[in-house]
């Protein structure tokens, strides 16, 4: 078993900041997230956006004294919360308690070993006390982070008061704290203009927050304004453009009004959700109002300033050495030793024998391991001359360019796919001769249309029927439940400019040729354009990569999950065939494809399966009739 050891130190519970209380609601494209603020302590939340009606709801939020919470009738105390002990963790299972309700617990000291999805974790505490209560038992499974596993005091004295403490009084308590309790921390300086609470002395008016324009957003950039200070908003009016994960996408308001204040400024990266993007005022002459408005509780959102210009490093003179304190006499027989701190030391190379510890009994501590100074300075030790920095690549060599969000996001996902999802691939050729044939044909018929299949069109009519046909291979891995979907859904890949995204071709196994061929064209000009909504990229059940028009002959693509299967497409080349002729041969269309399957839902019998499905659409292209 991997033992991991880890430092914890009791921490309480953060308390939100008094504010006003935050609403989720659904948001659609174009839509922005709208909360109106009045005089008092409730606040009446406003949000907006086609279909929606218009709802409103009172909320009160109490005002939660600051510093440490804590059980209000008893003694003074500290709550252990279960920590993230892996990347990963989402709940922990205790598998030992190291210590006993009673027991001192000195510096160092392993309190509890915790199963987590990697590992079984030993963590050790920082501080003395006193192990008062032990809230969750040994065994217990699925113990989510930040619950609360124990209690701490600092002198056993208090720890009868805890006796018949339970881990549904200790949620009750933190829930709703005594108005009377612990006085709250002295409030800091007032500013010169003083910063009053938003919607305490203002005009009425509206908030506009960053809503999630996507599933997988959680981030956006501010691309562009479209309105400025001061001007007139009336409905229906585009307000800003931001770049999310997927796509840049503008959304509008849906009242008239005036634009009263911008609180995120043009180029600004990276805006959390909800943060508050601007002001709006529905009289004109509230507008100087909010001139020096300040948003308080809510992070300040910076624009990162660019990076500075590489500089030659001027050699700095060495700083004289501070005299080292007398060396201890390295000390004989058994070093007593934190698990933490002969971690540290190991990974310093520090010789434990010189360390002098001050825990108890003269153990080594983290602090010890972190204080230490070698004995000798090495004198004759000239430092190396330090391992010089990179050097500097010449002007005009490389251009960093900044990572759009929605390369970020490309970046992610694809690594969490080959990470995360099991791969396998299957390839085949097709021979695409009566495709080819039935497209000239078709083309000829509906010039005067001004419509023109392409051979992708084909190949997403074969996908979808051929979804239809094997429905594994139209599924998604759900985590828990494998969902099998009855109507195919086809993403198709496009580069474009930012990035790769992918534009759906709803209900495509229903359609006809030229109904697909002129949603591909319209999804795939406003995917390139930027003004693909949301609607229009997320989800599908099963992927297209076409590379076949660049002449790549085949390649294997990366599953967009929680898809099952992507499609990767080759150019059709000419080759010879064995046949019974005169010849001896025929020449041919030859098409290569390779279908990428998560082997959580397909299996290989199945993806071969899929794949003859696919190839018999395609080379009796007369079948996708019946």
């Known amino acids: 078993m991997f033992r991991l050891v880890l430092g914890l130190r009791p921490a309480c ?21 709208l909360r109106r603020f009045h005089c008092g302590a409730a606040s009446r939340a406003v949000s907006l956006g086609p279909g929606f009606s218009r709802r409103a709801t009172f909320l009160r939020c109490p005002r939660l004294a600051g510093g440490c919470q804590r059980l209000y009738s008893l003694p ?54 006193y192990l008062a209560k032990i809230l969750v038992p040994e065994g217990t499974r699925d113990v989510s982070i930040g619950s609360v596993i124990c209690i701490t005091v600092e002198t056993p004295d208090l720890i009868a008061a805890f006796k018949d403490v339970t881990l549904d009084s200790i949620n009750a308590s933190g829930a709703a704290p005594s108005p009377a309790a612990s006085a709250p921390p002295p409030p800091p300086p007032a500013p010169a203009a003083p910063a009053t609470a938003p919607g305490s002395s203002y005009p009425p ?36 453009e931001i770049e999310t994960d997927k796509a840049t996408i503008g959304f509008e308001v849906q009242e008239e009004g005036y634009l009263a204040k911008i609180m995120v400024p043009e180029g600004t990266r990276d805006v959390p959700l909800g943060t508050p993007l601007c002001i709006i005022v529905e009289k ?17 959102v910076a624009t990162p300033p660019p990076p500075p210009a590489p500089t030659p490093q001027a050699a700095a003179p060495a700083a004289a050495p501070t005299p080292a304190p007398a060396a201890a006499a390295p000390r ?49 030790a000239a430092p190396a001359p330090a391992a010089p920095s990179p050097a500097a690549a010449p002007a005009g060599t490389f251009t960093d ?12 996902r694809l690594m969490q796919s080959k990470q995360t999802i099991p791969h396998y691939y299957l390839s085949v050729d097709v021979n695409m001769d009566q495709v080819l044939e039935l497209r000239k044909e078709l083309n000829d018929e509906v010039k005067a249309q001004n419509i023109k299949l392409s051979v992708n069109d084909f190949i997403i009519k074969a996908s979808a029927l051929a979804c239809l046909k ?91 999950p929680p898809q099952s299967c992507i499609l990767a497409v080759g150019g059709s080349e000419k080759r010879l065939l064995p046949a019974d002729n005169e010849k001896g041969f025929d020449v041919a269309s030859m098409m290569s494809v390779t279908l990428s399957c998560d082997h959580r839902v397909v299996d290989g019998a199945v993806g071969a399966q899929w794949l003859a499905e696919f190839r018999k659409f395609l080379e009796r292209p007369i079948t996708m009739l019946l």
């Open 470 to 560: 094997v429905p594994e291979c139209n599924s998604s891995w759900m985590d828990t439940v494998i969902r099998q979907n009855h109507v195919v859904d086809v993403s198709v890949a496009v580069s474009t400019a930012n990035g790769l995204i992918t534009p759906i071709v709803f209900n495509a196994h229903i359609k006809g040729l030229a109904t697909i061929s002129s949603d591909v064209s319209v999804l795939a000009a406003k995917a390139r354009e930027g003004k693909l909504q949301p609607h229009e990229f997320q989800g599908g059940t099963f992927t297209i990569s076409n590379l076949g028009m660049f002449g790549i002959k085949n390649f294997s693509a990366i599953i967009n």
């Open 401 to 412: 360019i900044p990572i759009s969000n929605i390369r970020k996001i490309i970046a992610q």
């Open 284 to 300: 004109e002459s509230d507008i100087a109002a909010f001139k020096d408005y300040v948003e308080t509780g809510v992070v300040e």
């Open 13 to 33: 519970p953060r308390v939100l900041p008094p504010g006003p209380a935050v609403l989720g609601s659904r948001s659609s494209p174009r839509t922005g997230h």
């Open 332 to 380: 004989k027989g058994r070093v007593f030793v934190s698990p933490l701190a002969k971690k540290l030391a190991t990974e310093k190379g520090i010789d434990l024998a010189e360390v002098s510890g001050t825990g108890p009994e003269g153990r080594i501590t983290r602090k010890d391991i972190e204080n230490f100074v070698p004995s000798k300075a090495a004198p004759a």
């Open 205 to 240: 008016h509206m908030k506009i927050s960053l809503p999630a324009l996507s599933p997988t957003m959680t981030m956006g950039t501010v691309q562009r304004w479209e309105k400025k200070v001061g001007e007139k908003l009336s409905e229906g009016d585009l307000l800003a």
């Open 76 to 129: 003074p105390h500290q709550k252990v919360e279960l920590p993230a002990l892996s990347p990963t963790m989402q709940t922990g299972t205790i598998a030992r308690w190291e210590k006993k309700e009673g027991d001192k617990i000195s510096e160092g000291d392993l309190i509890a070993e915790v199963e987590t999805d990697k590992a079984t974790v030993g963590f050790e505490m920082l501080e003395e006390c």
